[in-house]
């Protein structure tokens, strides 16, 4: 689809294809692991597609998908799209919208331009398919993503609200404790809250489970509460992403 050369590194943009259904699994894992980081009372860990409904999505032309990939053929990022019109509606005109459902770099090639590239190259083909706009939803627990939209030129259409009317439904029993604190569980407890929290992912992302293990290890050994060493990823993620003049992600 694009050529372009950045830095020391020449980035492709095209079509994803199925040879690239695996790759673009580890990629959504990352995008999950922030969200579940900045919002866990709604999002799990676990992957937004299967392999099989992303070999379906590949081929639907109305939601299409990009990577971005380096000389060595390297899937570095992606873009999902939706195709949105409103036909026939009561208000709402017909115009023509590209959604940008999800957008994501590999947390090591962040600050390379792989995000700029990409978001370029669907703005591109917006344009060639005769869209009047390109749109977006982003939660504002992910500051890198709202830091870098705001850079590419974006501004907000609407504003979506919430009002958290109660805490989660207390868990009282020893295996599945009231609270996560560490003054408030055993080691045993803890161990089990990381293990069921991370286990989504072991079927779908080698070595993913063990890495996550490992820094919440600090959490079942009692040294840090988990809510800091989600602080800690978080911030480390979104320090990746505050390079305006490179790209996001």
């Given at each position: 689809?694009?050529?372009?050369?950045?830095?020391?590194?020449?980035?492709?943009?095209?079509r994803?294809?199925?040879?690239?259904?695996?790759?673009?699994?580890?990629?959504?894992?990352?995008?999950?692991?922030?969200?579940?980081?900045?919002?866990?009372?709604?999002?799990?860990?676990?992957?937004?597609?299967?392999?099989?409904?992303?070999?379906e999505?590949?081929?639907?032309?109305?939601?299409p998908?990009?990577?971005?990939?380096?000389e060595?053929?390297?899937?570095?990022?992606?873009?999902?799209?939706?195709?949105?019109?409103?036909?026939?509606?009561?208000?709402?005109?017909?115009?023509?919208?590209?959604?940008?459902?999800?957008?994501?770099?590999?947390?090591?090639?962040?600050?390379?331009?792989?995000?700029?590239?990409?978001?370029?190259?669907?703005?591109?083909?917006?344009?060639e398919?005769?869209?009047?706009?390109?749109?977006?939803?982003?939660w504002?627990?992910?500051?890198?993503?709202?830091?870098?939209?705001?850079?590419?030129?974006?501004?907000?259409?609407?504003?979506g609200?919430?009002?958290?009317?109660?805490?989660?439904?207390?868990?009282?029993?020893?295996?599945?404790?009231?609270?996560?604190?560490?003054?408030?569980?055993?080691?045993?407890?803890?161990?089990?809250?990381?293990e069921?929290?991370?286990?989504n992912?072991?079927?779908?992302?080698?070595?993913?489970?063990?890495?996550?293990?490992?820094?919440?290890?600090?959490?079942?050994?009692?040294?840090?509460?988990?809510?800091?060493?989600?602080?800690?990823?978080?911030?480390?993620?979104?320090?990746?992403?505050?390079?305006?003049?490179?790209?996001?992600?």
């Open positions: 689809m694009a050529e372009i050369r950045l830095g020391g590194i020449t980035l492709r943009t095209r994803a294809t199925e040879k690239d259904i695996n790759r673009i699994g580890e990629l959504l894992d990352q995008v999950d692991m922030v969200h579940h980081v900045g919002r866990p009372d709604l999002f799990n860990i676990g992957r937004k597609y299967t392999a099989r409904q992303l070999k999505l590949l081929l639907d032309d109305t939601r998908v990009f990577v971005a990939e380096d060595e053929n390297r899937v570095l990022g992606h873009a999902f799209c939706v195709f949105q019109q409103h036909v026939g509606d009561n208000i709402l005109t017909d115009i023509k919208t590209l959604y940008i459902d999800d957008i994501c770099v590999d947390e090591k090639a962040r600050g390379q331009g792989v995000g700029r590239t990409l978001y370029d190259a669907v703005i591109a083909f917006a344009k398919s005769g869209c009047y706009n390109v749109t977006l939803n982003v504002t627990c992910n500051e890198g993503a709202l830091k870098f939209y705001e850079t590419m030129g974006l501004k907000p259409q609407k504003i609200m919430e009002k958290i009317l109660a805490d989660a439904p207390a868990k009282e029993s020893l295996s599945e404790p009231a609270s996560f604190l560490i003054a408030e569980t055993t080691r045993e407890q803890r161990k089990k809250i990381v069921e929290s991370i286990g992912i072991s079927a779908t992302c080698d070595g993913c489970m063990a890495g996550y293990a490992e820094m919440y290890q600090e959490y079942i050994d009692g040294v840090t509460e988990i809510r800091e060493i989600n602080r800690r990823f978080s911030a480390r993620y979104i320090k990746g992403m505050e390079r305006p003049s490179d790209s996001e992600f």
